[in-house]
């Protein structure tokens, strides 16, 4: 007997074609396959199905294939909360980042997640919008969906959050070296390093009136000033430190920018805490007129893709990202598989990429 007609129409917002005719018979969608209705299509018991759905090898090679195959026409999912409280775990990790919007963090998350799916974890992913309420928030968050471990990128929950959750939780934290928690592993740059090498580059260009804006409060912007500072003064160059405080923002950077940029005299280059940041200083020094890197040399930090695009070819201080995210999945694996071991440090090495918006000191501007 033929159904009911069915007409289809276009929705052009979501770009996908639905049915609509014939719903008002009473249309709902099928009951989900179970174990049972496996068990019943493969002819065994649910308990073998249960066996063959965790992997174990103690079931024939006939049984499995037979067990799997009526699990592909069923249509069955695993339920991943059912197997949560037999196992004990989840195979979740959850990963709070900054700012989604930074290409740092996704960069990191894909070095991240590539490792972990190796490792048979999947990957939950949060924002903590700068904004240290959100991030405890988020890391409540987390912990009562029992992950099986968390990864905290350039987020500073507060002290007593970060305690109770790495009391639960394997943790590692990723760009802030203040953690003094027992058990608690840190993956971080050698960021005053990274600024020695920008100011150092400067100089060779010839530069002496060299400003840096500041980053958002973090060990990570705390550091890199620090190492601008000592470069600066290895090279004598103290009288001309110029430090703008800011935040990791694009339209944080513009500001500051353009209040360096007012000065009389003005620097002649700029280390920016970041790529973001940078991309701010590429704005102020537009909107005032002035050419990049003739009048202005601009610095970077992170080398993200931003960077390289060729019509910015901004230089900039490259953190091996995806190696950094890759460190801390080995870092969780292991502290998951041991708990008990004592917490670690890696630190990575950045390396300077030299790009277009470096140039020599313009004419009068190394005194």
């Known amino acids: 007997m033929s159904g009911p007609s069915m007409q289809t129409t276009a929705r052009k917002d979501v770009g996908v074609t639905i049915p609509t005719g014939g719903l008002s018979d009473g249309f709902s969608p099928r009951p989900r396959p179970t174990i049972r209705n496996v068990a019943e299509r493969a002819g065994v018991s649910k308990s073998l199905v249960s066996l063959v759905l ?4 103690h079931v024939s090679e006939h049984r499995r294939e037979a067990v799997l195959q009526a699990a592909r026409e069923l249509g069955y999912r695993p339920n991943a909360v059912a197997r949560s409280l037999v196992e004990g775990r989840t195979h979740l990790v959850g990963a709070l980042v900054a700012d989604l919007h930074n290409p740092f963090y996704a960069e990191f998350l894909d070095g991240l997640q590539e490792s972990l799916h190796g490792d048979g974890l999947r990957l939950l992913i949060g924002s903590g919008r700068w904004d240290p309420a959100f991030e405890d928030e988020a ?16 987020v500073a929950p507060s002290s ?3 305690a109770e959750a790495s009391a639960y939780t394997p943790t590692v934290v990723v760009g802030e070296r203040d953690v003094e928690l027992e058990g608690v592993d840190i993956v971080v740059d050698d960021d ?5 090498f920008a100011v150092d580059h ?3 260009l010839g530069h002496q009136r060299i400003a840096h804006i500041e980053g958002a409060p973090s060990s990570a912007a705390r550091c890199r000033c620090e190492g601008y500072l000592v470069a600066m003064r290895r090279h004598a160059l103290a009288p001309y430190i110029m430090v703008e405080h800011g935040d990791f923002s694009e339209e944080g950077g513009r500001r500051a920018a353009l209040a360096l940029l007012k000065r009389d005299p003005r620097p002649t280059a700029i280390f920016a805490a970041n790529d973001i940041v940078a991309m ?3 704005t102020a020094a537009s909107e005032l007129g002035l050419r990049v890197p003739e009048d202005v040399s601009v610095v970077g930090y992170d080398n993200t893709h931003l960077a390289a695009v060729t019509h910015i070819s901004l230089t900039s201080v490259d953190q091996p990202r995806r190696a950094m995210g890759r460190s801390a999945a080995a870092l969780l694996s292991d502290r998951i598989t041991e708990p008990g071991k004592t917490a670690r440090l890696r630190q990575v090495s950045p390396q300077l990429v030299v790009r277009r918006s470096t140039g020599p000191a313009p004419s009068g501007g190394q005194s």
């Open 280 to 282: 701010g200083v590429l």
């Open 139 to 154: 890391v409540e968050a987390f912990l009562e969906l029992r992950v099986d471990g968390l990864v905290l990128l350039g």
């Open 192 to 196: 005053q390093l990274g600024a020695r």
């Open 202 to 204: 400067l100089v060779e």
């Open 54 to 57: 965790r992997g174990s090898p």
């Open 160 to 162: 007593d959050t970060l």
